[in-house]
Every structure is written in C-alpha cells, then in structure tokens.
T-cell receptor
Framework: DGGITQSPKYLFRKEGQNVTLSCEQN?????MYWYRQDPGQGLRLIYY???????QKGDIAEGYSVSREKKESFPLTVTSAQKNPTAFYLC????????????FGPGTRLTVL | SQQGEEDPQALSIQEGENATMNCSYK?????LQWYRQNSGRGLVHLIL?????REKHSGRLRVTLDTSKKSSSLLITASRAADTASYFC??????????????FGQGTRLTINP
C-alpha cells in the first residue's frame, strides 16, 4: 500500500532530551511537511522540503531541526531548545512542490514528562 | 489572529440533515482546501477550490468560495454518522521558489447524532 508512515505513535521525553520523529512516504512525492497541532487548534507549519537536500523554515521552526537526505524520508528532531514540545506532530507530503492536496501520516503524540 | 477562521467551532445535527461550515480568511489566496480529521488521526484532503472558481462539488460535498468576502463554505448533504469529525479549511499562500504554505483554521467539530 502507498502512504505515509510516522513512528512512533506515542513518544515520551524527559525535559532536556532531544527526540527524533520519523516520517516515511512511498508515494514518490517531491514535497514533505511537518506540522504541529495543539489541542483544539489547527495545524502550524514547522518545516517543509520541496526537494531532496533542501528544506525551509515554516512559521514555528525554533527548537526543531530536519533533514532530507532521501526523497522518502523527512525526520524531525525536537530539541531541548523547544520550550513547549508536548503536542501532536503530523507529517504530510504532496506530489507537486506547490503543496496542493497534501497527504497526511497518522501522527505522533509527543509528551514531555 | 488566524488567517483562516471556521464557524461554528462545534456543530451537532441529526443523521440525514445537512451540515454547513464556514471559513473566513484575511489575505489573497491561491486556493482554499478543506480537510477532515477523525479524532487523534491524520488529516484527509476533501476538496480544493481555486481562487477563480466559485463552486465545486464532490459527492455529498459542496464548496463555495467568495473572494470578495474572503469566505468559503463547506456543505455536507444527507449527513451520516461516519461524517463525525473535525473539518479544517486551509488557505494556500504563495512562498518563495514557487512553494505554497497552507494555513489552517482551528476547525469545526461536527457531530452526527443517530
């Protein structure tokens, strides 16, 4: 089946630790995105990548980092510099670089203990 | 304040009735998209309407766009229990190098009662 997978589904982190969230797609999409969703809120863009080895900051990039070494993979690292990391993280991809009709993964719920 | 704001924040109707959700935005857009999210899951793309279109249909979904009022509406006809979800509008704004950014509203939580 084609789609986007995110792992893990749930993640617990102690304060001061960096954690990496995985996002993989086998849709052969060029563009990939990371969003953060807080309870009862819409999505906010963290980072996006239109092509391999290139990525751009979104609206709330501080405290996060990404890499795009392969077309299929776009991992997100939540660093200790992110002051309030507890949230639901969603990865998405789109076939065109303009980002229309984005396909979403199932999400990772990160909780800082 | 949000680029896209949905109204109402929550809507509860009986199965078989029609559900209407509205979205307002502030700046010029390339297109507007509607997504559905079941509780604790990822989003699913429903429909895209371009800035030069006024109305679009997809199955039981009807979307309208009024660029003069900077607003859109999503109508779900003959609702079913499976339509229970949160619905988000997302406005597509232009970025550098031909990219677009989707700005999501806070969503409308729709509950269909059997």
């Amino acid at each position: 089946d084609g789609g986007i997978t995110q792992s893990p589904k749930y993640l617990f982190r102690k304060e001061g630790q960096n954690v990496t969230l995985s996002c993989e797609q086998n849709l052969n999409h060029d563009a990939m995105y990371w969003y953060r969703q807080d309870p009862g809120q819409g999505l906010r863009l963290i980072y996006y990548s239109q092509i391999v080895n290139d990525f751009q900051k979104g609206d709330i990039a501080e405290g996060y980092s990404v890499s795009r070494e392969k077309k299929e993979s776009f991992p997100l690292t939540v660093t200790s510099a992110q002051k309030n990391p507890t949230a639901f993280y969603l990865c998405a991809s789109s076939i065109d670089r303009r980002g229309n009709e984005q396909f979403f993964g199932p999400g990772t719920r990160l909780t800082v203990l | 304040s949000q680029q896209g704001e949905e109204d109402p924040q929550a809507l509860s109707i009986q199965e078989g009735e029609n559900a209407t959700m509205n979205c307002s935005y502030k700046t010029s857009i390339n297109n507007l998209q509607w997504y559905r999210q079941n509780s604790g899951r990822g989003l699913v793309h429903l429909i895209l309407i371009r800035s030069n279109e006024r109305e679009k249909h997809s199955g039981r979904l009807r979307v309208t766009l009024d660029t003069s009022k900077k607003s859109s509406s999503l109508l779900i006809t003959a609702s079913r229990a499976a339509d229970t979800a949160s619905y988000f509008c997302a406005t597509a704004l232009g970025l550098i190098q031909g990219a677009q950014k989707l700005v999501f509203g806070q969503g409308t939580r729709l509950t269909i009662n059997p």
